[in-house]
């Protein structure tokens, strides 16, 4: 629930991230031809366009080993802190589906924020930064537990803060992402960097369940804040040149975001993107992780842990979807499987809905929509992430990032707040339905647009001119 590390995995349209989801933040940026050619991790990378392995490339590796590890802690997360306040606190619908606006909720200031990190140095200290911000406060939540002081307004501060470390963190994350790695290794690097995700929703939350029926859901969000930590230590190995920041002759944030956001909404490829992530976004957030839960615990009657083992044997299918990702794009074009993906994310989630009968046979069908959700956002993630990564020049980089991310998951509390309104006045299987319904409608965005005729990231060249 809280916004994790997804800053590495996370695509447009992701959820928790996204997520953080989300998730799923979103992977932005440009080849080296952006100006910053001569920009390169301080050691691999030479190596890695040679041989073609990133395995091979330090920088690279560390990143996504810091990366795979905070994901770990995410899952953990994702499970106990939606049981904190459905248990300990004793939370509603609406209250449940509130934590999840406010986890997304700082997204509103990605423009801002997008505009401010781009004119700032040291981006790889400021993700470090966040990384250990984002672990204290996670630790405040098991220590008002253990105190007898733990209330639903500290659970949601807690939650606010994680989000807005998040957002600062994914708009550095995004030209740390094309120093490390050359146009060619975009879509290999987005599939390494999901895969890692997905297998995290394989461990994580069967993890989270049994940490949670073993010591309690807020003592088991102590995994994750040590996660963050782990992740900082591996990120202060990284060494990676970083380009001095241009200097903007005194223009403001402001200026920067309004420059973000109307690259974006010019260029036809990001405008039409916007629009189908934006939309699958709201829709999907009606849902929401705190939901599922809450649909699994009071609809399926289902025990912690058999929610977090049905959770994570069902996002086997992220896993499969970011290794599949590449191959798919190679055999029907880049632009076809991210529509296929904008289908196939949201569509599984009326699936639910038919979950009945002895718990194995609610347990498997919630647990194959989630394999099926997973299959089609990593079709989509890490295909569009590539897309995007090639579209947007180095200079504006967490400015588009920030804008794109106002507007993309700044629709994310909305969704939550409605989906809370409407589980409460409807149910929760009408709820997902809805979800399904209007989240495959988001392809309509793609139809028109020239996404679905580019076969690969070469074929960009024709637009990275700003259609004016």
């Given at each position: 629930m809280t916004p994790g590390r997804d800053d590495a995995a996370r695509a447009a349209s992701g959820r928790a991230a996204s997520d953080g989801d989300a998730s799923v933040r979103a992977v932005f940026g440009r080849a080296a031809s952006d100006g910053d050619a001569s920009v390169r991790a301080a050691s691999g990378r030479e190596a890695s366009e040679r041989t073609g392995s990133l395995w091979r490339d330090r920088p690279f590796l560390l990143t996504w080993v810091s990366s795979a590890v905070s994901q770990v802690g995410d899952r953990v997360s994702e499970v106990a802190v939606p049981l904190i306040a459905v248990t300990a606190l004793d939370a509603s619908a609406g209250q449940v589906a509130w934590l999840t606006a406010l986890a997304w909720a700082p997204n509103l200031l990605?423009?801002?924020l997008g505009a401010w990190v781009d004119g700032r140095a040291g981006k790889r200290r400021l993700i470090i930064g966040c990384d250990v911000f984002r672990a204290a406060v996670l630790l405040t939540l098991p220590a008002a537990y253990l105190w007898g002081t733990l209330t639903t307004a500290h659970l949601f501060a807690v939650v606010l803060l994680c989000g807005v470390a998040s957002v600062l963190a994914g708009c550095a994350f995004t030209p740390l992402f094309t120093w490390l790695l050359p146009r060619s290794s975009y879509v290999d690097a987005n599939?390494?960097?999901?895969?890692?995700?997905?297998?995290?929703?394989?461990?994580?939350?069967?993890?989270?369940?049994?940490?949670?029926?073993?010591?309690t859901a807020p003592v088991a969000v102590v995994v994750d804040a040590v996660s963050f930590l782990g992740s900082?230590?591996?990120?202060?190995?990284v060494r990676v040149e970083e380009p001095v920041p241009e200097r903007r002759n005194r223009r403001g944030v402001w200026h920067g975001a309004r420059e973000g956001l109307v690259f974006v909404l010019r260029h036809p490829v990001l405008r039409a993107s916007l629009g189908c992530t934006t939309t699958i976004n709201f829709f999907t957030f009606l849902t929401g992780s705190g939901l599922v839960v809450l649909f699994a615990d009071r609809e399926l009657r289902l025990p912690p842990g058999v929610i977090g083992l049905t959770l994570g044997i069902g996002a086997s299918g992220s896993l499969a979807g970011a290794l599949l990702a590449p191959w798919v794009s190679r055999r029907i074009g880049i632009g076809r499987a991210v529509a296929v993906g904008a289908v196939l994310f949201p569509a599984p989630f009326a699936l639910a809905v038919v979950a009945d009968g002895p718990m194995w046979a609610r347990a498997g069908v919630l647990g194959g929509a989630q394999f099926l959700i997973g299959l089609g956002v990593m079709l989509f993630d890490v295909n569009l992430n590539s897309l995007m990564a090639a579209a947007i020049p180095g200079e504006m980089r967490s400015r588009v990032t920030g804008a794109y991310s106002t507007v993309n998951y700044g629709v994310g509390p909305l969704g939550a707040v409605v989906g809370g309104a409407l589980a409460t006045g409807v149910g929760l299987r009408t709820t997902f339905v809805v979800a399904a319904v209007g989240g495959m409608l988001s392809v309509l965005w793609l139809l028109p647009s020239p996404i679905p005729g580019i076969r690969g990231l070469d074929s960009m060249e024709r637009y990275e001119t700003v259609d004016a």
């Open positions: 990605g423009m801002l599939s390494k960097f999901s895969a890692a995700r997905s297998a995290s929703f394989i461990a994580g939350p069967a993890m989270g369940g049994g940490l949670v029926q073993a010591l900082a230590l591996l990120l202060r190995r």
